[in-house]
């Protein structure tokens, strides 16, 4: 039988802290797109724009495209939230191509921080919209009967972007570990293109539920006075 | 021995889980492509949005079969009752 996906490789101890294999490779992802990122900056320039410049640039413009059409809003205070979201997403999904790496996404816990994170980004949207009191009353819009409705809607939105997100990511590790198990070199690799593009899918899709999430909090207009 | 019993029922549980929890999305799956196809002969010429929501959608369609994995995995690796 092969490892349980809900358990992970204890890497070291660090006092109190066990730090598991996918906290590392999260770090990694981190660290190494941060590096890009200061790295894309320090080459930038309005007069000549190289290579790189022009590819961001038209991968920014498509994010941004992307956004105005699905929020129906101004993209600019969202970028930052949504395109990290993507960006990490994407490369923690692909890290799994990389030999000897799993992928972060494949741990529940990533995947669960990954969506508290949105959740928050919906309440506070939500609260600088309405205002507190106003935001928490729309849970209770129109009647007080939808109250536990609207709390539980709440609470499995969390769970069902997180089981999403690791359910695609997991299900594709565990399928190359066993057909490498299975039939030897070179077999997995179709299933790894597969992989390739569940993982592509699976950021765009998580993105867009986030922003349709944020979009829906913080430019709700049914707002009774 | 007790454990013995739950291991077995877990596993055929699991099993059945996953297969019932296929029928559903491959049906939905089947019916969303043919759809989708019929879409793409009408009008050719909207191929990129079709496919891009088809593929969404099919993402979409295909997270309740990955519930019922996740549930079958749990019931292996992670039971609650096997402790």
Known sequence: MTNSPFKHEVLLHLGPLTITAPVVTTWGVMLALVLGAAWLRSRLSVRTPGRVQALAELALDLVQTEMRSTMNADPAPFLPMIATLFVFILTANLSGLIPGVEPPTAALETDLALALAVFAAVLGWGIRRHGLWGYLRSYAQPSLLVLPLNLIEALTRIVSMSVRLFGNIMSGVVISTVVLGLAGLLVPVPFMALELLTGLIQAYIFTVLAMVFIAAAASESSEPE | ?83
């Open chain 2, 1 to 83: 021995m007790d454990n013995h019993w739950i291991e077995l029922v877990s596993i055929v549980c699991a099993a059945l889980t996953v297969s019932f929890g296929a029928i559903g999305p491959a049906l939905a799956e089947g019916r969303s492509v043919s759809a989708a196809m019929d879409a793409l002969a009408r009008q050719p010429e909207a191929a990129s949005t079709i496919s891009r929501t088809l593929f969404v959608g099919l993402a979409m369609i295909e997270t309740t079969a990955i519930y019922c994995l996740v549930i079958a995995l749990l019931l292996l690796f992670a039971n609650p009752f096997l402790r």
